[in-house]
């Protein structure tokens, strides 16, 4: 079936520093990708959607310049964490959608992020 | 815009019997999809079920359906035959079909507990 790869899956870095997460689509390919945060004991909430040679599309509260996404190709999209802080610390979870349509979005595993 | 709504936090069943969980969403649209995602603790993102708006039949997958109520606007999950590894955070999500307004939209979950 469909995977999806997230990496790294937990990453612990000092404050002030930038993390990078990739989301890879690997037997797709996902024109759309969509990254979410998820903070404990609560749901998924939708950061922003990732088009494939585009800007993504941010949702309302989400700082663009804190949160880079980068989607250069059909089956690579990243999220830069730039000068993280302790605050910034949380579950982020990409999912994708294949191009050629169809049901449902493909999750990754996530990834842990854990600002000191 | 869409919301759904999950109004139980949690919810305990004993192995073997059968639990319901509930699920009511808000929508102006008439063609949209509904999903029930479990997560379990190690935070994966697993499809339950999908449904179909335009579908009057209710969806079911072995042990798990659902009561899809579209004038109520209610969208219910069953689990018959409850097993341990039933265990797990379930979350309800509406996507509308198509075009920059089919991310997902989750719920705010309900914790499942199984119980011997």
């Known amino acids: 079936g469909a995977v999806v790869s997230q990496h790294p899956s937990w990453v612990i870095c000092k404050s002030g520093t930038s993390v990078k997460i990739e989301c890879r689509s690997l037997?797709?390919?996902?024109?759309?990708m969509f990254w979410y945060r998820q903070f404990p004991k609560q749901s998924l909430m939708l950061m922003a959607t990732?088009?494939?040679?585009?800007?993504?599309?941010?949702e309302q509260g989400v700082e663009k310049d804190k949160f880079l996404i980068n989607h250069a190709s059909l089956t690579l999209s990243t999220l830069t964490v730039t000068s993280a802080h302790p605050e910034d610390s949380s579950f982020y979870i990409c999912?994708?959608?294949?191009?050629?349509?169809?049901?449902?979005?493909?999750f990754g595993d996530g990834t842990r992020l854990s600002i000191l | 815009a869409q919301t759904v709504t999950q109004s139980q936090p949690e919810m305990s069943v004993q192995e073997a019997e059968t639990v319901t969980l509930s699920c009511t969403y808000d929508?102006?649209?008439?063609?949209?999809?509904l999903f029930w995602y479990k997560q379990p603790p190690s935070r994966q993102m697993i499809l339950v079920i999908r449904?179909?708006?335009?579908?009057?039949q209710n969806a079911t997958e072995n042990r798990f359906s659902v009561n899809f109520q579209k004038a109520a606007k209610s969208f219910s999950l069953k689990i018959s035959d409850s097993q341990l590894g039933d265990a797990a955070m379930y979350f309800c999500a509406y996507r509308s079909p198509t075009g920059t307004a089919s991310k997902l939209t989750f719920g705010t979950g309900t914790r499942l507990q199984v119980t011997l």
């Open positions: 999912s994708a959608r294949d191009s050629r349509g169809g049901q449902p979005q493909h």
């Open positions: 449904q179909e708006a335009y579908k009057q």
């Open positions: 929508t102006s649209e008439s063609d949209y999809y």
């Open positions: 990732s088009n494939e040679g585009s800007k993504a599309t941010y």
């Open positions: 037997d797709f390919q996902a024109t759309t």
